[in-house]
C-alpha cells in the first residue's frame, strides 16, 4: 500500500477557496462553501508516461516564491492554464477578466462570472519546461500570476477524483 501511494495515486486535502466552487474547502475558512473540505486523489504516475495538458486540476509542489507572495507554501491543487512555450494574458472585458493564450481567448466553462479576476495580467510568456497554474475562483487565488510558474519537476500528479464527502463524489 504504501508503494502505491508513493508512486501510483495519493490522496490530498483542499485546504483553500482558490478552486471553489469546483473543489471544496470548509467553513469557515475564509471564501470556503461547504462543511467539509474536498478530499480528491491524484494519479502520480501519469505525468511520467505523457505530458500534462490544459485544463487539467494539478498537485504539485509550490515554487519558492509562492511562500513569499502568499504566505503558504508546500503543495497546492490549481489548475493547468498555459504550456511551455505560450504567452499567458488575462485581458478584462465588460470588467471581468478572461485568460488568452497566444491572443486567442480560452474557452473555460469552469469560470463562474463572479470569480473571475478583476485585473489584467501579463502577457508572460511560459518558460520551457514549465506550467502556468491558476485557481477556478480567480478573484481569491494566490498562483502564478504572483509567484510565477511551476517547473515540471515540481509536478505531483493529476487530480481525477474526489472522494470526500460523499455527496461530493465524482471523477475528473
Aim: positive net charge.
Amino acid at each position: 500500500m504504501l508503494l502505491v501511494k508513493a508512486y501510483v495515486v495519493n490522496p490530498y486535502r483542499i485546504p483553500s477557496s482558490s478552486m471553489e466552487p469546483t473543489l471544496h474547502c470548509a467553513q469557515p475558512a475564509s471564501g470556503c462553501e461547504a462543511r467539509f473540505s474536498d478530499r480528491v486523489l491524484a494519479n502520480r504516475l501519469i505525468y511520467h508516461v505523457r505530458d500534462p495538458r490544459r485544463g487539467e486540476i494539478v498537485v504539485f509542489d509550490t515554487p519558492d516564491a509562492a511562500q513569499l507572495k502568499c504566505g503558504a507554501g508546500g503543495t497546492f491543487v490549481k489548475r493547468l492554464v498555459g504550456l511551455p512555450g505560450e504567452t499567458v494574458e488575462i485581458r478584462l472585458e465588460r470588467g471581468e477578466g478572461y485568460v488568452f493564450i497566444n491572443g486567442k481567448r480560452l474557452r473555460e466553462p469552469y469560470i463562474e462570472p463572479d470569480r473571475r479576476p478583476t485585473e489584467a495580467f501579463g502577457p508572460a510568456k511560459v518558460p520551457p519546461n514549465s506550467y502556468f497554474m491558476m485557481g477556478d475562483n480567480r478573484s481569491q487565488s494566490c498562483d502564478s500570476r504572483e509567484w510565477g510558474t511551476v517547473p515540471r519537476d515540481n509536478l505531483i500528479g493529476k487530480v481525477f477524483a474526489t472522494y470526500w464527502p460523499p455527496n461530493r463524489i465524482s471523477l475528473y
